[in-house]
């Protein structure tokens, strides 16, 4: 079968499409038939050689949905046939979090402060033809959804909603999404909504802030041409915003810290444009703001996204499709700015 070898590390020039053996379905996995895999920076950080622990020849991909092809032994439940999402989120399911519903702290994770536990990661990922996979880690796709919608919440979708939550916005509180026309921010805006918020999207151009206000965005601030904290000021009668949802890093943070109003929370779970920056204190404490660090999501998150797109709640924005013979330029697609939404790659 084929597969995306990263062969060394570096940008997508570093990957092969390679002939590799078939994968079999250990006790408690199952072998999914890759159907749709999505692109994701966590990948590009993958193949960069961020982390420098993994030894290539790896396959990467977080996301991916198919459909099961084989079954291990001691599984239940699942059968050979059956359409599902992959939860990227590698769990033990016994530590104080697990036992608790929030895996996104399983203590198995022995890197947890330099790389997310999950499947592309820590293990071979979906980036080819079939993927063996814990059987733990399955969420059958509701009929009738899409396996390509259901791929996006696989990193992005199951991200937002646990950012979101993690950020315990309230019905009526003012939301600004920063990075709202990516995989991340284009699901922060809907959920932000349906927690009855009144939601800015910060978007790039102004195709996107119609694009945004049509999915449920009350405004859109243009930053090319607009100073986005003074914008906001003048939307809360100078107040500021409540929840900041920012997953970009150094680039934004000065610009999301000053957006927050008196007890206002910021909260990340990325740090696209670089780690570092300068918090004062005197902002912390004077202005009683919080900084939430938000990181993958539960079962229960990944679950309530699905059912959430399943009941059309929830609407995921694909920008382009990819063939799997096609992955570098999809590749070179996620670096792209003027996107909007999810990159998905499908296989035939
Ligand atoms: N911790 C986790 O579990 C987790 C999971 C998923 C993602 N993440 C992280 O979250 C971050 C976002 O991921 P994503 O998938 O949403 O990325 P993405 O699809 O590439 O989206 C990036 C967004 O940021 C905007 N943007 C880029 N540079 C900007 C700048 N300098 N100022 C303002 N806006 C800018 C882009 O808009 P334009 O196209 O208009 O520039 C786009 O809307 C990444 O760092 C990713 O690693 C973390
Ligand atoms: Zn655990």
């Known amino acids: 079968m084929k597969a995306w070898v990263i062969e060394g590390f570096g940008g997508v020039e570093k990957l092969r499409l390679s002939d590799v053996p078939e994968p079999a379905a250990a006790e408690g996995e199952v072998v999914v038939d890759v159907k749709m895999a999505g692109v994701n920076p966590v990948d590009r950080s993958t193949l960069s050689g961020r982390f420098d622990w ?12 198919g459909v099961i092809s084989s079954v291990g032994a001691g599984v239940r439940g699942l059968s050979a046939g059956t359409r599902v999402l992959v ?7 016994s530590c104080y979090y697990c036992l608790r519903g929030q895996e996104s702290a399983c203590l198995s994770n022995e ?21 063996e996979v814990p059987a733990m880690n399955i969420l059958p796709i509701p009929e009738g959804l899409p396996t390509g919608e259901a791929c996006t919440l696989g990193v992005d979708g199951a991200t937002a909603w ?32 349906m927690y009855g918020c009144e939601v800015a999207a910060v978007v790039g ?17 243009n930053r090319n041409g607009q100073k986005v904290v003074e914008e906001v000021r003048r939307l809360t009668n100078n107040r500021g915003a409540d929840v900041v949802l920012d997953p970009l890093g150094s680039a934004t943070f000065e ?14 779970c990325g740090t696209l444009t670089g780690t570092k920056a300068e918090l004062s204190l005197l902002h912390l404490y004077s202005m009683q703001v919080e900084y939430i ?5 539960s079962r229960a998150d990944l679950s309530d996204a699905l059912n959430a797109v399943a009941r059309r709640k929830l609407i995921p924005q694909i920008d382009s499709k990819f063939r799997f013979d096609e992955l570098p330029a999809a590749m070179r697609r996620l670096d792209e700015h003027g996107r909007f939404g999810k990159v998905l790659v499908e296989l035939a």
């Open 54 to 65: 993994i030894r290539p020849p790896f396959v990467t991909g977080a996301e991916f949905a």
């Open 87 to 93: 939860n990227p989120k590698l769990f033990c399911g």
């Open 111 to 131: 890197r947890m402060s330099r790389a997310p536990h999950i499947i592309g990661v820590s293990r071979q990922g979906g980036w080819r033809q079939k993927a």
């Open 162 to 193: 646990h950012l979101v939550k993690r950020s315990r916005p309230k019905p009526g509180e003012f939301v600004l999404v920063v990075g709202s026309t990516g995989g991340v921010g284009m699901f922060a805006v809907q959920i932000a909504k």
């Open 205 to 221: 151009s102004s195709e996107h802030a119609e694009r945004l206000k049509k999915l449920g965005a009350d405004h859109a601030i």
């Open 255 to 268: 610009m999301s810290s000053s957006s927050l109003a008196p007890l206002g929370r910021y909260a990340t």
């Open 293 to 297: 660090g938000s990181t993958t999501f």
